[in-house]
């Protein structure tokens, strides 16, 4: 048994996916494979032969993101052919998982150094392409109909709780821009993006900054958004996350591998749970995960100093922190902007998380454990716990 | 100078633009890198080229950042392409069709006004070499004052040589003094010389036409970044680039080595060699301006040359017209090949057997009359795929497969699951009937017979078969690996499976097929042969070998005619002088002086490493006595004439079915050459055509303006 770090991570500039996207014309392997190179360029004292695997997660593994992405972007990138690599898939919380069965692999001792990360072009993969849900799911009303359209699983918590109001939602999505906003200007979310080139009908464009981002949004702007999903519904494209084309991978090693390669870890894995929901209130899951995660850590939500949670509805990050009675506004969470402004490329967010968190762990020594967490479609959540590496021991 | 000056070539153009589009790119020091892409919005089946229209939007783009860099928005530009392509050189549909010499010298000035300003930019330029960069295209590259290279990019080259031009867009003045003397020589007259050679990344590196080289999966960000490093102060190294010492004492010597190898080699017919190695030579201490300007007048003179049609005409022969084998029955009649059988294990059977072997990767069995032989012929398969592994040219994965993949008998029954029969025995009717009469009482009815006759009727060889349709010619040339062309030959009972499933076979080995007649001598040996016997007819008259060679020279073949008899070996030539003689003793010519040739055994003397240095003073006394002298000139005038009239007989027999099918064989198989556009187009020219046959083998004839 040994202890899981994150040593490292980074990620492409996230863009808008669709035709007027930065990456339409660049596909998904790609972005991954030049994260991967990206990364590991910033550790030229690690042998590459010493990468145990490489989990890559890809919520639709077909086209560009099929063939096993995890195999194919580790031959891409050029890395020796002894180090393996595979898929993986859990939706949103695809890179997320990939963290964390990786990560249990290194803690028994079966691997020291792992990549671990995720892909969505949303341009080219579209939501549920290519699905053929069992017509069982509606016959037995196994579950709500609604359950397959994220918006409506969305509009269904406020739904379920009247207290989230769309004026609530809206202000936090407007807090997200405006924090992802300042992150910028002070430079923490550059330093651990990879530049992309990226091939458009105009030419080569060499991207180093999300596409995405509305430092510029108002409630008042957000009032009157269009609501997609229902009439008179509460989600609008301003107080959720946008489709995106994105990648983010991340560097994990094991105690060992640590001090032989002279590594730096950000943070250490101190436990993970995932746990299910009913799928059309899909957004509630990271309530339940977050729980048992703290359980089986013995750890209670008062330990917890830094939460990174992602995005995907204003109203369903809402729901969290009132869970677990946190005010909206709370400094501890999201504190560098979220999913709302960044954006989601759903299989690749969980990494993003990580980075964010540890970033800030880096600079708020004072803080010893944070989460990352996230709800996934079908009606799940997930969390991990992390401890903070810098963490001087001196509680503010 | 102004765009508008060349206002003349923007009408009437139908020109796949390759546009310029520019974005900027903010670099991690805080300075702006413009960054223009070549991208004509096609896929990557049409790479990007460089036409009228084309370079002048460059220049719009370039100049309007010209500002933008006076003013300070930019501090450096770099151009690259679209996916796997920087640019595929000058758009040649459209320089092959010039209506006149005064367009193509604009076009050619266009050039230089539109990548020279990437020598004359207010802030440092670079060229991101992203993929394929040829002709025009890499001298895109050599305008700039920096260049990265992709790892992977396909090809860089010069090839303007290879099609009758030269590298006149600054390639022939910045080259030489960007990578020294020996190295361009190298890049624009050697390699396109050598096959059309090309340059891989890494040479273009180690040669220093490119200052670094990146991996291909982040190659742009890392050029950008490089750039980045270059803007604020870096200085690559150019260990090659030349000094005062290499131009005053290595320069012109090294030329003039050049130009006499060349001559050896390729006579001085083709004029582009020669004019590049002028410019190459000048570049040495003239100034840019002036450099540019011999360029203009050079490429201008090559442009509307007779040479440079007829080039385009052999590489579309060559590009194209070879791809749509002229009638040839529908491939899909093809019947699977899925295992050879070779007769004879004798050297040429030999080789049959590891070209199949290497190239169909299906079963290859051989057989002869006693298994001393049978063992002689495996053993000398093994050991040339032995030696291609020795090479690095195989792996060993693939040497044991197609070693596997061989075996050999005595028993003829084990060709009984053969789809594929072929021969390589003794060049003689009643063997060659014999082998096949066994072979058909054992191979299934579907099974395609081949015979790699070259002289003996395929139709009579066939006589013997129960199923006659089933028998085609394969006539390969010699040595079987390397020459490119096969002649088909479609008996007159040959039916279309066979025919089919014969260009399927030939399409599979990587060679260039063409379907001939069952006639004597095909395409290739029938001209050759008239030729030689011409050459031979002229040797017997009296007229010095020498003599006889020089009449020939206009022609501009690689070699001449006696070198020519002892490479395919003074006793195939004689032999094939018979046959001629015995297809037609009126036009052809056969001697015995050959046969006494062929058994001296030389006719040149050579030097140590095998170049011919004269002639041998015995082979001299073996042909003297011949009293009827003809000038040089009449020689050659009844040569062309007669090659004209046999063509016309050719095409009038059905042979072939096209003048472009005789050049494509002749090019392919005999070596002929592409400034020629293989021979039609200077029967054309030279007036011989109209004087056989009173019209052209070309309307309109393929020439210069």
């Given amino acids: 048994m040994q202890n899981t770090y994150f040593v490292d991570g980074v990620r492409t500039p996230f863009g808008k996916a669709g035709e007027k996207g930065v990456y339409w014309n660049t596909r998904a392997d790609d972005l991954i494979v030049k994260s991967m190179i990206g990364l590991l360029d910033r550790h030229p004292n690690l042998p ?43 939706m949103c919380a695809g890179a997320m998982t990939a963290v964390t069965m990786t990560g249990s692999a290194i803690g028994v001792g079966a691997y020291d150094v792992v990549l671990a990360g995720g892909v969505e072009h949303m341009g080219r993969h579209p939501m549920g392409e290519g699905a053929d849900p069992n017509p069982r799911f509606i016959a037995e009303k196994l579950v709500d109909p609604e359950a397959l359209n994220m918006g409506n699983t969305a509009e269904k918590i406020h739904d379920r709780f009247p207290s989230l109001t769309k004026e609530r939602a809206d202000a936090f999505a407007v807090r997200s821009q405006q924090r992802a906003a300042a992150a910028y200007d002070k430079g923490y979310i550059q330093q651990d993006l990879v530049t992309i080139s990226a091939t458009t009908a105009e030419g080569v464009r060499v991207v180093d900054r999300d596409e995405l981002l509305r430092p510029d949004s108002t409630i008042e702007g957000m009032k009157d958004l269009k609501t997609p999903f229902r009439a008179g519904g509460k989600v609008t494209a301003g107080n959720a996350s946008p489709l995106t084309d994105g990648a983010t991978i991340s560097l994990l090693a094991g105690d060992q591998a640590v001090k032989q390669y002279g590594l730096k870890p950000r943070m250490r894995m101190v436990g993970f749970a995932f746990a299910g929901v009913e799928p ?55 504190a560098w902007g979220g999913a709302i402004a960044f954006g989601h490329p759903l299989a690749s967010s969980g990494v993003r998380l990580m980075n964010q968190l540890s970033r800030q762990f880096e600079m708020q020594p004072d803080v010893r454990y944070g989460i990352t967490s996230m709800c996934i479609g079908l009606g799940m959540g997930g969390t991990v716990i992390w401890e903070n590496e810098f963490f001087d021991g001196k509680k503010k | 100078m102004k765009l508008d000056y060349f206002e003349e070539l923007w009408s009437n153009q139908d020109e796949v633009i390759t546009h310029s589009y520019v974005q900027d790119v903010k670099l991690k020091s805080g300075k702006t890198l413009a960054l223009i892409t070549l991208d004509n919005g096609k896929d990557h089946t049409r790479p990007s080229t460089l ?163 990146f991996e291909p999966q982040r190659f742009i960000e890392d050029s950008v970044a490089w750039a980045d490093k270059v803007l604020s102060g870096l200085k690559p190294t150019r260990k090659n680039k030349p000094g005062l010492f290499e131009k005053l004492v290595v320069w012109s010597p090294a030329v003039g080595i050049a130009r006499k190898m060349l001559k050896q080699k390729i006579g001085t017919v083709p004029l582009a060699p020669y004019a590049a190695l002028d410019l190459i030579d000048e570049a040495k201490f003239s100034s840019k301006e002036a450099g540019f300007k011999r360029e203009d007048e050079e490429l201008e003179k090559l442009i509307s040359s007779d040479q440079f049609r007829a080039s385009m005409y052999a590489f579309n022969l060559v590009q194209k017209h070879a791809k749509n084998p002229q009638g040839a029955p529908d491939p899909k009649l093809a019947i699977k090949v899925q295992k050879v059988g070779i007769v004879g294990a004798g050297l040429m059977a030999s080789q049959f057997a590891l070209l199949f072997l290497r190239r169909l990767g299906v079963p290859v069995i051989i057989t002869d009359v006693s298994q001393e032989r049978v063992d002689k012929g495996l053993a000398y398969v093994r050991s040339e795929l032995d030696k291609l592994v020795e090479k690095g040219r195989m792996s ?14 005595l028993d003829l029954k084990d060709f009984a699951n053969c789809d594929w029969v072929i021969e390589a025995v003794f060049e003689e009717m009643k063997i060659k009937q014999d082998v096949f009469t066994r072979v058909e ?35 390969f040339f010699n040595p079987v690996a390397v020459m490119p062309l096969l002649e088909v030959v479609k008996a007159p009972k040959s039916n279309d499976v066979s025919i089919a499933t014969a260009m399927r076979v030939a399409k599979d080995l990587k ?50 005619p006696f070198d020519l008899l002892e490479l395919v070996g003074l006793q195939v030539g004689a032999h094939v002088l018979d046959s001629m003689y015995g297809f ?29 240095t004269g002639y041998d003073p015995e082979a001299i006394k073996i042909v003297s006595g011949g009293t009827r002298v003809r000038t040089k000139a009449e020689v050659f005038d009844q040569l062309i004439v007669g090659l004209a009239k046999e063509i016309r007989l050719m095409l009038d027999e059905g042979v072939v079915q096209s003048a472009e099918d005789i050049d494509l064989c002749m090019i392919m198989g005999a070596g002929w050459p592409f400034h020629m556009g293989g021979i039609t187009p200077y029967l054309d020219r030279v007036g011989a055509s109209q004087k056989v046959f009173g019209k052209s083998f070309h309307t309109p004839m393929i020439r210069g303006v």
């Fill in chain 1, 48 to 90: 590459k032969e010493s990468i145990d695997d490489v989990a890559i997660a890809a919520t639709t593994q077909t086209g560009d993101q099929g063939l096993t992405i995890g195999r194919t972007s580790t031959l891409l990138a050029g890395l020796p052919l002894s180090v393996p690599g595979f898929a993986i898939d859990r």
């Fill in chain 2, 584 to 612: 037609s003793s009126e036009r052809f010519y056969k001697t015995e002086s050959l046969h006494a040739l062929a058994k001296y055994g030389k006719i040149r003397t050579k030097d140590a490493k095998g170049n011919p």
């Fill in chain 1, 280 to 334: 059309e209130i899909m957004g509630i899951g990271p309530i339940p995960s977050t729980e048992k995660a703290l359980k089986k850590a013995g750890l209670s939500i008062d330990d917890i100093g830094l939460f990174e949670i992602n995005e995907a509805f204003a109203v369903q990050v809402l729901s969290f922190l009132e869970h677990f009675k946190i005010a909206d506004d709370d400094k501890r969470v999201n």
């Fill in chain 2, 396 to 409: 060993v994965d693939d040497r044991n497969r197609f070693s596997a993949n061989l075996s050999g008998t």
């Fill in chain 2, 51 to 213: 036409g009228p229209l084309t370079l002048k939007q460059f220049s719009e783009k370039v100049e309007a950042l010209e500002v933008r860099a006076k003013n300070g928005e930019i501090h450096g530009l770099a151009i690259t392409g679209k996916p796997y392509f920087l640019a595929a050189g000058a758009d040649l549909s459209k320089a092959g069709n010039l209506a006149s010499s005064r367009a193509g010298r604009l076009f050619v000035e266009l050039g230089h006004f539109a990548l020279g300003k990437l020598g004359n930019f207010p802030v440092p330029t670079f060229v991101f070499i992203n993929g394929l960069a040829l002709g025009g295209g890499l001298e895109i590259a050599l305008n700039a004052n920096y260049r990265t290279v992709n790892k992977a990019a396909p090809a860089i080259a010069l090839p303007e040589v290879f099609l009758g031009l030269l590298p006149g867009w600054g390639g022939a003045y910045l080259l030489p003094n960007l990578i020294g003397i020996r190295n361009a020589l190298k890049v624009i007259i050697e390699n396109p010389l050598k096959q059309n050679r090309m340059l891989s990344p890494k040479e273009a590196l180690d040669l220093g036409i490119a200052d670094v080289m």
């Fill in chain 2, 511 to 560: 060679k260039t097929a063409v379907i001939t007649s069952d006639s004597t001598g095909f395409v290739v040996n029938r001209l050759l042969g008239y030729l030689l016997g011409e050459a031979m007819r002229a040797v017997d008259e009296g007229i010095p070998f020498e003599e006889v060679a020089d009449a020939i020279a206009p022609l501009g073949l690689p070699m001449n």
């Fill in chain 2, 441 to 475: 009482q054992v191979v299934r009815e579907d099974c395609v017979l081949a015979t790699n006759t070259s002289s003996l009727s395929v139709d009579e060889i066939a006589k013997v078969l129960k199923h006659p349709e089933r028998m085609v010619g394969f006539h």
